[in-house]
């Protein structure tokens, strides 16, 4: 609600903090959690809203790489593994345990045995935590998902990472939320337009792009954690770097779901690479693309479109092939990858551009720059720039792993037990309410019983209540309708824009917010 987001950034004026946190996608609002976790004083600030850029646009994959394996890097594999298993472990209703199902026919640029050999590395790599890999005849193929076309096919493959069935802008935010709750000073849309280092303190200059008014910050430190812009912005600081960033652009087209929704399907396009079909409800994923890009604000173009519809349709037995028609939504973003400072790279090397991600330190002035990173990397990044901070002589407690994870199962059954007690809401809704807000989902259950109309069903699939709106406008600092629509939710994502239309003075009512843009 616009009232939150004007007294939080109130309370950033004139404030001194260790570490001002500049960029809340992923990498932002992670290190924000886990600094505040470490008793850091901290403050938050993003020129759009929170994961507005890159990551509101990946795959939703938390994975360890499997494809990573193609380029060697087994170090990045075990690391981004790893860091799925604990996510996997630790948000047992938001990150959620999922099939890929490979299918190679004359595209796949190695035959299925190798690739069910590497699937078993993959899996050992991964400490075995994920079920089993196994090589499938085309004919099993097509018994599981009868939507893929087996014709061309030499075989199946079928291994396991994880994915988030929500969004991962969503998933984003619960950083963010932490962060926010454990007293960091949090901002959307608001830039840092000037920074100033003098006697060991940097004073930030802050502009609410909304209304356009001025705010000042002081901080010891600064983190540089906005992605494709780091290189600007570390210009802007006098900040000299080893690594800069290249863009990779990638998109997805959202469609109606293909096949049963139970599993990613993986093919290789036409150019070898992998592509995915990826479930988000009752809607199917497709993408994504590799396209080197200089600039980071990037469109879907017709040649996009028509290129990965070709590819899909191309592997699929559908009554008809799918077109633009089909296409409910898109996504499009720049994956910011490590280079060296040159930048330089072959054009032949592109594709195996590694995605890891590197911390660099400027003690001279203070800056903790982020390069690259994965959603599934988030956990790993965090705690690295604690450590760098403190490397900087920042005053940080020990972190165990409380600071991220849902709340214990004990808390979600004494939640489940509340549900059942009260009638005004089904049963069956009560996951879904403790995957989107956790602990904060009894609010919305004490708001229904404070005001039984709130039950009410706002939209039915996915489901949500009149009581979640207004707990999300009211806690969740939404500053626009499109906060809300494809961001806290994935609504404009996976429904049809005349149907959302119809609803969008009710959604802003609800959410307390007086225009539906800004
Ligand atoms: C197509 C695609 C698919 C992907 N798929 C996956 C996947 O399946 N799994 C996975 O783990 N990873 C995936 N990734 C990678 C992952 O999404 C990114 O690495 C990650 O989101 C980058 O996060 P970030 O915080 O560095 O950048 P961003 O999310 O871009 O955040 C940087 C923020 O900085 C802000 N900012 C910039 N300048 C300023 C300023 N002056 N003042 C205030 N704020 C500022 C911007 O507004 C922005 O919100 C994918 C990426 C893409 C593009």
Known sequence: MERQRTRLLDSLDNASVDVAIIGGGINGAVTAAALSAAGVSTALVDRGDFSSFTSQESSNLVW??????????????????????????????????????????????????????????????????????????????????????????????????????DND????????????????????????????????????????????????????????????WIDQLNTQLSVTTEHRIAHSKGIHLIVPRIGSGERVFAFFDEDERLYYVIPMGERSVIGTTDTRVDDPITTVTDQDREFVLRQINARLDLDAPLTTDDVIAERCGVRPLVVGASGDHEESDWLQLSRKHEIEIDRDRGVVSIFGGKLTDCLNVG???????????????????????????????RFQARIRATDHIDTDNALTLWQRYG??????????????????????????????????????????????????????????????DDRITEISELLGITTATH
């Not at 170090?75 to 345990?97: F, G």
């Not at 005053?395 to 979600?412: H, I, M, Q, R, V």
């Not at 904060?440 to 039950?455: C, S, T, W």
């Not at 009410?456 to 806690?475: F, N, Q, S, T």
């Open 64 to 165: 360890g790489g499997f494809k990573y394996l193609q380029s060697y890097e087994f170090r990045l594999v075990r690391k981004l593994s790893m860091s799925r298993n604990r996510l996997t472990e630790a948000y047992p209703s938001q990150v959620e345990p999922i099939e890929f199902l490979a299918t190679f026919d004359d595209n796949s640029p190695y035959p299925v045995w190798l690739a069910g050999m590497g699937a078993v590395a993959y899996w050992a790599i991964g400490n075995f935590a994920t079920d089993r890999p196994r090589v499938l005849r085309p004919s099993t193929v097509e018994k599981i998902e009868p939507v893929i076309d087996t014709s061309r096919a030499k075989g199946g493959l079928i291994y396991s990472d994880a994915y988030l069935p």
């Open 169 to 228: 802008a969503r998933f984003t935010f619960g950083f963010v939320k932490s962060a926010l709750d454990r007293g960091s000073l949090t901002a959307n849309y608001t830039e840092l337009t000037r920074a100033d280092f003098a006697d060991g303190w940097w004073t930030l200059h802050l502009t609410d792009v909304l209304d356009g008014s001025a705010r000042t910050l002081r901080a010891r430190t600064i983190v540089n954690a906005t992605g494709p």
């Open 383 to 413: 705690e690295e720039v604690l450590d760098a901070v403190a490397e900087l002589g920042i005053a940080t407690n020990k972190l165990d792993d409380s600071w991220f994870g849902e709340p214990p199962a004990a808390e979600l059954a």
């Open 439 to 500: 602990r904060r989902a009894n609010f919305v259950l004490d708001r229904v019983i404070e005001e039984p109309a709130l039950a009410e069903i706002l939209w039915d699939e996915p489901r949500y209540l009149k009581a979640e709106i207004v707990e999300i406008g009211e806690h969740e600092m939404v500053a626009c309708v499109e906060d809300f629509l494809r961001r806290r939710t994935s609504l404009s994502l996976t429904e049809y824009g005349d149907e959302l």
